[in-house]
């Protein structure tokens, strides 16, 4: 895939020199009170380019990486690894990118992309508290199947903060 192209929003394979633009993005996703739902982002620089250069080069079937952007701005990103029977997919975008449509939009685009490659279902978790993750999955076509017990933080004495994670999934 060289690029998908939608209305606003070109997507592509993540690349090694895009590391900067997912820290600026991770940095602002551990400022959200959103964030206590997620494992926590390192945004070391040395850590951060080591990961991303590791999704740069495993990027395949199995394994995923996209940036999405508007222009020449990485604003986002999706994911998708190989499960037992589909894809789980994981996306971040940067807030000042949020309400607008973008994830909807690279998102539509990508499924497409995914149907064309064969892979018939997708899954994804989110926090049921994370409202607009889950309007986002909802508005998808995602349907929510089970609910688990997630905990990703200890408190002061040790024990886990539990929340309630929600398993989505949908057929394409």
């Known amino acids: 895939m060289k690029s998908l192209k939608t209305e606003r ?20 996703f551990n400022t959200s009170v959103l964030s206590q739902y997620d494992q926590p982002h390192n945004t070391d620089d040395e850590d951060v380019r080591q990961r991303i250069a590791k999704w740069a080069a495993n990027s395949g079937i199995e394994h995923m990486f996209f940036a999405i952007c508007l222009g020449d701005t990485v604003i986002g990103y999706s994911v998708f690894n190989i499960r037992e029977d589909g894809h789980e997919i994981g996306y971040c975008f940067h807030s000042a990118y949020h309400g607008k449509g973008y994830a909807k939009e690279s998102h539509v685009a990508l499924f497409d992309y995914m149907r064309k490659l064969g892979i018939k279902k997708l899954t994804a978790g989110t926090a049921v508290n994370n409202t607009p993750s889950v309007a986002l999955l909802k508005a998808l076509g995602f349907e929510l199947i089970e609910t688990e017990k997630v905990s990703f933080y200890k408190d002061a004495d040790g024990r886990d903060i539990m929340f309630d994670g929600g398993v989505f999934e949908l057929a394409l």
């Open 9 to 28: 929003l070109s997507i592509r394979r993540i690349v090694e020199d895009d590391w900067k633009s997912i820290k600026e993005i991770w940095i602002d």
